[in-house]
């Protein structure tokens, strides 16, 4: 039986790790490769590194965060932030990242998801979504850390990418990352019944309750989380405990 | 001078420098000698013990990938089959070595395990790529490839097609994903996963080890 993946996920900036709250408040904690390799150890199912300044500033300081990384750890590597062109994809992939998460430039050129998928295969494409509630069910696509929207509806959206050959969806609730108050499960819902990829959630988890929630309720074939990790909150393996004890089927 | 060289074939399909790590430590771990060289040259397999095929992508790309090399596909055919060597196939690597596959049109494979790959289509509405961990059920428990690994042990698997499996002594191991599947291949000197044992933690550098130990 395929197990719900339970993925911790370093932000990086500058190569080394932060987590922000809301994105801004960012706390330095530590180097993003010994962080990894606890959760290569501890039996994270994969890892995901977002790397949030990416825009801005020199890219090469995660190359050398994803090739430590994959001289370390043999499992699967997901890299996001600032991927705009296929060229960045490429050295991504040949610096040791399994998968990439295209977002705003998904936005921006829903094209850019297609070549990216043809030339690289899908199975290394996941397209990042940040949605907001604009309505009792009504989800919109913003981007930017979330600062600005779209006018995309999420759902809609999220069909169009699966469409385009996206391998995965990273699904974060803007109205809920960082606030610890669990992700938004209609949300996170009416994404995994649209589409017949995978959808992981992300974005809200204070407990280990709320992963739990997240694929019970959520429907997410995997769930992320950044904050109760990296901060010694819980642990992987309590994480997964729970999950089991929940009846969800894990890795233990 | 190191014992042993395992090439693991670069033609374009993924990122090899992972995969390539994942052979050191498991040479070093196995305590086997090997040395890995990632090669798109067909002359290396003359020299080498031991080859490796990954792939990641479509099964038509990666046999275009493959036949662009002059003389690699030859070269395959007269070392693994001709001379006997062993061989691993991983992913699509281990996809190729079916007969044909039907994905995007219908491509030839290297025609080495009886069967064809096909979409796989889980029913019960799961979601396809098959992407994740999902667990080993050994059909060939005495196959020195599974030495110490055990029924129930996970692999990590991203695919949306699998071989349809004609001869099931060529199955060495399946997987269940709402209906069975080829989780590993092989028969003679050659064997293929479906999953990645680069990806696959602990169970994945275990598996690397006893191909490279393997005497066939």
Redesign the interface.
């Known amino acids: ?5 339970l993925i911790p996920c370093l932000d990086v900036k500058d190569g080394r790790v932060v987590k922000g709250v809301n994105f801004v408040d960012l706390r330095d904690a530590g180097d993003p490769v010994e962080q990894a390799q606890i959760y ?1 150890k501890a039996g994270a ?1 994969e890892l995901c590194f977002l790397d949030i300044t990416a825009s801005h500033e020199n890219r090469d300081t995660i190359l050398d965060v994803a ?1 430590r990384t ?2 370390q750890c ?4 997901t890299i996001g932030g600032g991927v705009r062109t296929t060229e960045d994809i490429r050295r991504l ?6 998968k990439v998460s295209i977002n705003t430039a998904a936005v921006k050129h829903p094209d850019f998801v297609r070549e990216a998928a043809e030339k ?5 494409i996941v397209v990042a979504i940040d949605a907001k509630r604009t309505g009792t069910e009504k989800f919109e696509i913003f981007t930017h850390g979330g600062r600005e929207p779209t006018g995309l509806d999420a759902v809609d959206w999220a069909r169009r990418m699966a469409g385009y050959g996206a ?2 969806i990273l699904l974060t609730s803007m109205d809920r990352d960082g606030t610890g108050e669990g992700f938004d499960i209609p949300l996170t819902r009416t994404i995994a019944d649209a589409v ?3 959808v992981i959630a992300s974005g809200g988890v204070g407990t280990l309750d709320h992963l739990v929630e997240g694929v019970r309720d959520g429907h997410a ?2 769930v992320l989380a950044a904050s109760i990790f990296h901060f010694g909150t819980y642990s992987i393996a309590e994480a997964k405990q729970a999950m089991d004890k929940a009846g969800l089927a894990v ?1 233990l | 001078m190191p014992e042993m060289n395992v090439v693991i074939i670069d033609y374009g399909s993924g990122n090899l420098r992972s995969a390539a790590k994942a052979f050191e430590r498991a040479a070093r771990e196995s305590e086997t000698g090997a040395a890995i060289l990632v090669s798109s040259d067909p002359e290396a397999l003359a020299r080498a013990d031991r080859i490796v095929l990954p792939g990641v992508g479509a099964f038509g790309d990666c046999r275009r990938g493959l036949a662009a090399l002059d003389g690699m596909i030859a070269a395959l055919n007269e070392q693994v089959i001709g001379r006997g060597k062993p061989f691993l196939g991983i992913c699509v690597g281990m996809q190729l070595m079916a007969a044909r596959g039907l994905e995007h049109g219908v491509h030839e494979g290297l025609g080495w395990i009886a069967g064809d790959v096909v979409a796989i289509t889980p029913h019960n509405g799961l979601k396809v790529p098959h992407m994740g961990w999902n667990e080993l059920a050994i059909d060939a428990p005495d196959h020195p490839l599974l030495r110490d690994v055990a029924n129930g042990d996970h692999a990590y698997f991203v695919h949306s097609y699998a071989l349809s499996a004609q001869d099931r002594a060529e199955v060495l191991a399946h997987t269940d994903y709402g209906g069975t599947f080829p989780a590993i291949v092989g028969r003679d000197n050659m064997v293929g996963t479906q999953f990645h044992p680069e990806k696959s933690q602990a169970t994945g550098i275990r598996l690397i080890g006893n191909f490279l130990k393997w005497q066939p």
């Open positions: 039986m395929l197990k719900v993946r290569d199912d090739s994959a001289e043999f499992m699967p590597l992939l040949l610096a040791g990242a399994d690289f295969g899908t199975q290394c391998g995965e017949s990829i995978p074939s995997a890795r």
